[in-house]
Nanobody, 124 residues
């Protein structure tokens, strides 16, 4: 079991930036894949980005490629999502996620651990 606590959400104007943080604790994190999902009002939760805790591999949804960057700080057991050039359509609750592997379930029917979520609102 992995415990995840997000922070860093807020209100920002279109074109602005925010950095989300996810503090992780619990099982041996070095073997885990960490990621971010988001859920806009009235829509299904969708995959945003993922990173292998051991490093060397990241993956992004097409909608955020080139604008968002996922990273991790092993010493702090923290994963970050740097969000630049934000758009109103990025408005959502953002959730940190963790699982011991990455496969197609990250794109639907994710079965790992979730954080409580943090709201990101982008005004036009």
């Amino acid at each position: 079991q992995v415990q995840l606590v997000e922070s860093g959400g807020g209100l920002v104007q279109a074109g602005g930036s925010l950095r989300l943080s996810c503090a992780a604790s619990g099982r041996t994190l070095s073997t885990y894949v960490m990621g971010w999902f988001r859920q806009a009002l009235g829509k299904e939760r969708e995959f945003v980005a993922a990173i292998r805790w051991s490093g060397g591999w990241t993956v992004y949804a097409d909608s955020v490629k080139g604008r968002f960057t996922i990273s991790r700080d092993n010493a702090k057991n923290t994963v970050y999502l740097q969000m630049n050039s934000l758009k109103p359509e990025d408005t959502a609750v953002y959730y940190c996620a963790a699982n011991s592997f990455f496969d197609s379930t990250w794109y639907s029917h994710f079965r790992g651990s979730w954080g409580q979520g943090t709201q990101v609102t982008v005004s036009s």
